[in-house]
């Protein structure tokens, strides 16, 4: 999941860059998007693997990398437990834990339902370790699918230099 902070930046690679501005502008973005996927999914397998399994394991299989609205001209992805087909609340509790809680003294009838406070979760981070592990990985795969695709469509003649 990758938060305000977070961002995974490919620099020095003039050759690359130099190249890649000689796509078209759609295909260009195309590519980028794909490259980016594939770098994203070297951290999604590692989140995975990190991540604890409870009774069920939705938590494992709902972590998705996903293409997020772009402001700008960048493409930008993310890591995610949460998706709209299978919500996984609980995601974030576990990546950061909770605080206790008292609860509420002003009810006029006690709550027959469990103690007088809440419990405290401790935080099981496995995303950011993840990311923190794998992001070096992540830019080289995204590299070389850029170089991948330029050489793909320099044999086919779509690409300049």
Not at 9 to 24: R, T, V
Not at 43 to 71: F, H, M, N, W
Not at 132 to 146: M, N, S, T, Y
């Amino acid at each position: 999941m990758a938060g305000p902070g977070i961002d995974l930046k490919i620099d020095g690679d003039k050759e690359l860059i130099a190249q890649f501005k000689l796509l078209g502008k759609g295909l260009g973005k195309q590519a980028l998007t794909y490259a980016t996927i594939q770098g994203a999914n070297v951290i999604k397998r590692e989140a995975s693997l990190r991540s604890p399994r409870g009774k069920t394991g939705d938590l494992k299989r709902s972590i998705k990398s996903v293409v997020l609205k772009q402001k700008q001209k960048l493409v930008r992805v993310g890591v995610s437990f949460q998706s709209i087909k299978s919500p996984v609340f609980y995601g974030l509790f576990v990546e950061k834990g909770t605080k206790s809680r008292q609860r509420k003294r002003w009810r006029k009838k006690p709550l027959s339902t469990g103690p007088a406070s809440t419990g405290k979760m401790v935080a099981r981070p496995f995303l950011e370790p993840a990311y923190d592990a794998k992001r070096r990985q992540a830019a080289d795969v995204i590299k070389k699918e850029l170089w991948r695709i330029i050489m793909k469509l320099k044999k086919r003649g779509m690409a300049g230099g």
